[in-house]
């Protein structure tokens, strides 16, 4: 009796921990992002830079819509991941992975590489 729940209560601890130490980039993430750079490292660093136009602005509102020239749908922030809406919205299609959100820059990890963001309108 008294080993099912010493492993219980060292689970429930564990699950604690692992949740406190993971960055929660929900609030940091609202506003709008232009894709300035592909190729990247985890620092922000990239092989190409991106001469930026509006075609390259993303935003996300702090009611959970993810806006683009291409798409206006429904977006959540798991951990570090974005999902995105699919058309049976359950928010299961995987966008993206934040890297780092610091001093206006986004990098963001995508199947099709790193990328980085600046903030337009500045740093939050």
Do not use: Q
């Amino acid at each position: 009796m008294r080993t099912p729940a010493v492993i219980s209560i060292i689970c429930t601890a564990a699950l604690f921990l692992s949740a406190c130490s993971r960055e929660d980039y929900r609030s940091s993430l609202v506003g709008t992002w232009e894709w300035t750079g592909d190729s990247c490292d985890t620092g922000g660093n990239c092989k190409k830079e991106i001469i930026t136009d509006d075609g390259n602005r993303e935003t996300f509102t702090a009611g959970g819509l993810y806006l683009s020239r291409h798409a206006r749908i429904g977006y959540v922030v798991a951990g570090s991941e974005i999902r995105l809406a699919t058309d049976t919205d359950k928010f299961n299609t995987v966008y993206g992975e934040i890297l780092s959100i610091k001093n206006g820059i986004m990098v963001l990890k995508k199947d099709s590489g790193t990328r980085r963001y600046s903030r337009v309108g500045g740093t939050k």
